[in-house]
């Protein structure tokens, strides 16, 4: 067939597919997205299943196959916590999980035009009258940024401006997202529901918030070269409390500690979230990710819900596999090369076009024009993963992007040094490729490929023929050893100043997903260098895990909505869980003497009370309840905090009654300096049916710990006292830890972690 004929005919067949839908249903029941009619004669139609079913037994229609697509490897971790199956069903289905509850977030922006913030395919927002935030304007298309579910969007940019350091131009003056990360925290808390995570023609399965019908208020003060100001972000939290929003997020902490205040408590940070506390909105903040060594928090008050990051069970892996039968395990987010053949292995280094290419480091692969396309093409080329990787100046997208322009099969990216403590991240690419991170494994591939590439006395090689092939990465393993801590999550003991004096206080409080999270990103997002131009990012961080608490904690006010952010806080830790999904004890990444990564059982140092769980949050049993006079109390209290920096900050005289910080009402008990033998009061406020608790202590043998009474019966909506007993028993000069538990009649079970150090007297 001549040109226009063929034209004529894919023309021909698109209008018999849209005369076939269009008699069979009606307009507007479906939506079709491709007519095929180059190698298939078919199309691509969004239907429903009955209407599958009538479509397969059209006569016309040979066959109907429903569209496939890879393993979901989404934010998995809706289904790793069990919201869908026992959470979201007790508040009305996903659809009505978080409704009315807003959640503040003081982060980079967003972008409101993704699906996963979208309004048209749900169910008509009401008006929130409790939240009075206003909707900035976009500047160039003069829409505003709100649509129901988004409520609130400002940016707060005066100090940045101030300093310098605003570029309007790529930090845009709206509450546009110009990093990605304010997206990507915002749709991990209260993203919609099942919405499909497409990249390089993948599905990798459906995204979803922890909250999906909760409202979502923008406080941008973050940019995404120089980060943001204190006063921008403290500006945008004081805004957020004053709108009206519930719950705040907070994925940003202190960098370096403030040149004023000596105690950590009170640095502007933590002394304005006090104030919203004090007006009811409970903050969850990210802890850090100076971890794995101690003292890296840059969370530490107890009005805040401090996060710790934790790897969830899915993992992904690849592999390479050689000529030589010798099997290479990496990792790789890709396809396969087709099966049951090999292909020819080309290293960048030897398929150069002119050797002044050297001085554009090649083996990097990041320059597509300075290779040879006539001996890459069709080939697997292999490239070096280098410290510009590292830095971000050389990306692993742009390495996939040079392959695919010089017609490669697939590429190998070989790690040959590695700096102790580079993460890898598996990367989706859209055509076969592995990053093999071993260093001893990258040397049998080198190995390998110069033994079985000859060359002449100049170097040059005379020809190519190392083979191989790259396996599927698409597939996620899903592990029983999880949860474990993430070696970034940032580490206890917390800090009362920033002489790093130990606080008679646990941080962090509670560990939450937080490694390799699929969710929302901004395309016009630079932060990750492999995700540039892209509507989805996987990236890792307590600033992932943060959003995740915020959404759960929306689900708890949802249920009830007169808790204090103390009760809801209590809620989430006293319910945690120490034990992985194999019913052992919680793991924690650390480094081993070699640098290598190991690991250790974990400590409360590394996940507060354990790792979130939150169908049993919805019904706790117990709650400690704490207010604004209690969190004065427990800084009057503390050793070395002047009382005028106190009035300074809250025009409040001291009170003394509470005698020592750790008998502040929190679900943990904490003594840095214990000397003797000290009491610990603690209140608990029964919020089910009356039933009656047996209280059980354990400790690690050098301190003895005793719980008065052994057993006490709480009417419904009643306070009860009870106190513990710790006395040093030898003097080790570590932590001890151990725990009390509160076993209810009905079956309720409340867990409070307890750590302490003994001194001499």
Not at 39 to 67: C, M, W, Y
Request: hydrophobic content about 40%.
């Amino acid at each position: 067939m001549g040109c226009e004929t063929v034209t004529s005919y894919a023309h021909h067949l698109e209008k018999k597919h849209d005369m076939l839908l269009e008699m069979l249903f009606e307009i507007g029941t479906y939506n079709k997205l491709y007519s095929y009619q180059h190698l298939l004669n078919g199309f691509a139609v969004h239907i429903s299943p009955e209407q599958a079913e009538t479509l397969r037994r059209t006569p016309s229609v040979k066959s109907v196959e429903r569209d496939w697509k890879v393993r979901r490897l989404t934010t998995h971790t809706p289904q790793f916590l069990g919201l869908p199956t026992g959470v979201w069903p007790t508040g009305g289905g996903f659809d009505k999980a978080g409704e009315d509850i807003v959640i503040g977030f003081v982060d980079s922006g967003i972008y409101p035009h993704h699906p996963s913030f979208a309004t048209h395919n749900t169910e008509p927002y009401g008006p929130v009258p409790k939240y009075r935030g206003k909707c900035e304007v976009d500047p160039d298309t003069k829409k505003d940024f709100c649509n129901g579910k988004i409520v609130g969007a400002q940016h707060f940019a005066k100090a940045a401006i101030a300093a310098g350091q605003f570029n309007p131009s790529i930090d845009f003056a709206s509450p546009m997202d110009g990093d990605g990360h304010g997206s990507h925290t915002a749709a991990i808390a209260a993203g919609n529901n099942g919405i499909p995570v497409r990249m390089h023609g993948y599905e990798f399965g459906k995204a979803s918030g922890m909250a999906p019908r909760a409202r979502i208020a923008v406080y941008k003060a973050l940019y995404r070269i120089f980060g943001g100001y204190v006063a921008d972000v403290v500006a945008a939290i004081d805004q957020a409390v004053y709108d009206g929003v519930d719950i705040l997020s907070l994925s940003v902490g202190p960098n370096s500690p403030p040149a004023t205040t000596k105690t950590t408590y009170l640095n502007p940070f933590d002394a304005t979230l006090l104030s919203a506390v004090k007006a009811g909105v409970f903050v969850a903040q990210a802890a850090g990710n100076g971890g794995p060594f101690p003292k890296t928090l840059v969370s530490y008050s107890p009005w805040i819900v401090s996060i710790a990051a934790a790897i969830d069970d899915r993992r992904y892996k690849n592999h390479l596999t050689l000529g030589n039968g010798k099997i290479l395990a990496g990792i790789g987010l890709s396809p396969a090369t087709p099966p049951h053949q090999s292909y020819t292995l080309v290293a960048a280094n030897d398929v150069l076009l002119d050797s002044s290419a050297m001085k554009y480091s090649p083996s990097d692969c990041q320059k597509p024009e300075v290779l040879n396309k006539k001996l890459v093409q069709g080939n697997i080329l292999l490239c070096g993963y280098s410290f510009n990787f590292v830095i971000g100046s050389a990306s692993i997208k742009k390495v996939s992007e040079t392959a695919k322009s010089l017609g490669a099969i697939g590429f190998v990216l070989a790690v040959e040094n590695v700096s102790p403590g580079t993460k890898f991240d598996p990367v989706p690419v859209g055509i076969p490729g592995v990053l093999i991170t071993d260093v001893s494994k990258s040397m049998d591939l080198i190995d390998y490929y110069n033994t079985s590439t000859p060359r002449d006395w100049t170097g040059r090689v005379k020809s190519f023929n190392a083979n191989g092939s790259v396996g599927n990465g698409l597939m996620p393993i899903l592990h029983k050893s999880a949860p474990q801590v993430a070696l970034f999550s940032a580490r206890g003991p917390n800090i009362k100043d920033f002489n790093f004096q130990d606080a008679d206080l646990l941080k962090p409080d509670i560990l939450a997903p937080g490694s390799l999270i699929w969710a929302a990103w901004s395309p016009n997002g630079t932060d990750e260098a492999n995700y540039v131009g892209e509507g989805f990012a996987m990236i890792s961080g307590t600033s992932m895990a943060a959003p995740h608490i915020a959404g759960i904690a929306a689900l708890v006010k949802q249920k009830h909505p007169h808790w204090s952010p103390a009760a809801i806080k209590s809620t989430l830790m006293t319910t945690s869980t120490t034990l992985d999904r194999a019913g052992m004890p919680l793991q924690a990444q650390q480094y081993s003497e070699t640098e290598a990564m190991k690991l250790v059982t974990a400590t409360p140092f590394d996940y507060g009370s354990g790792h979130v769980n939150p169908r049993a949050a919805l019904d706790p049993g117990l709650i400690f309840d704490a207010g604004y006079e209690d969190y004065l109390g427990f800084l009057c209290t503390t050793p070395g905090i002047d009382a005028h920096e106190i009035k300074n900050y809250t025009n409040l005289p001291c009170n003394y009654t509470m005698v020592h910080p750790w008998n502040l009402n929190t679900p943990s008990i904490t003594v840095a300096h214990l000397v003797g033998t000290q009491t610990v009061t603690r209140t608990a406020t029964n919020v089910a049916e009356e039933e009656t608790y047996v209280i059980t202590t354990r400790m690690a043998p050098a301190i003895a710990i005793e719980a008065s009474p052994p057993a006490m019966t709480l009417r419904a909506g009643a306070s009860r006292k009870f106190s513990i007993t710790l006395t040093v028993r030898s003097v080790t000069g570590t932590y001890s830890f151990g725990e009390i538990l509160m076993k209810g009649s009905r079956g309720h079970k409340v867990r409070i972690p307890v750590v302490a150090m003994g001194y001499q007297r």
